[in-house]
């Protein structure tokens, strides 16, 4: 295995995943749906690279929920089980940023409360379900 790198760490990842579901409540709270989404989709995404690493992945890309946890089944198949959840987020990380994502609208106008509250929610299974299988230092 090669040596660790900082960026690899995944109590990092783990510590960032924690700040950016914590904004998207705010977010979701102070009517910014669009941003809470894509921060939810960026917390789940964050925890499942966070996993990767913590097992050894040298390298994890991409932004897809549906493709990480796809690598991390390599790991431990019960992400098969997490798969279709998650990937509802994948929409999240794109056009909630953008206004070319959306015809005819922007994506601050195109997302509501409903949206926020599920991403976030989401986020959390993803955390719920990943954590457990996590062993990060001084963890016993």
């Not at 925890?47 to 913590?54: E, P, Q």
């Not at 089944?73 to 987020?89: C, S, V, Y």
């Not at 106008?109 to 976030?120: G, I, M, T």
Request: glycine fraction near 8%.
């Amino acid at each position: 295995m090669p040596p660790e790198r900082d960026g690899d760490r995944p109590e990092r990842w783990l510590k960032q995943a924690d700040h950016d579901i914590e904004d998207a409540k705010f977010c979701s709270e102070g009517g910014r749906h669009a941003l809470a989404c894509f921060l939810a989709q960026q917390a789940a995404e964050k925890t499942v690279t966070a996993y990767l690493y913590g097992r050894g992945a040298d390298d994890v890309w991409g932004h897809s929920l549906s493709d990480l946890c796809e690598d991390a089944m390599a790991f431990d198949p019960g992400f098969d089980a997490l798969k279709p959840t998650a990937a509802l987020l994948d929409k999240y990380f794109e056009m909630t940023r953008y206004p070319t994502g959306l015809p005819g609208g922007i994506p601050a106008e195109a997302y509501d409360r409903e949206d926020a509250v599920r991403a976030v929610q989401i986020a959390n299974e993803v955390a719920d379900f990943v954590r457990p299988r996590m062993e990060l230092p001084g963890e016993e």
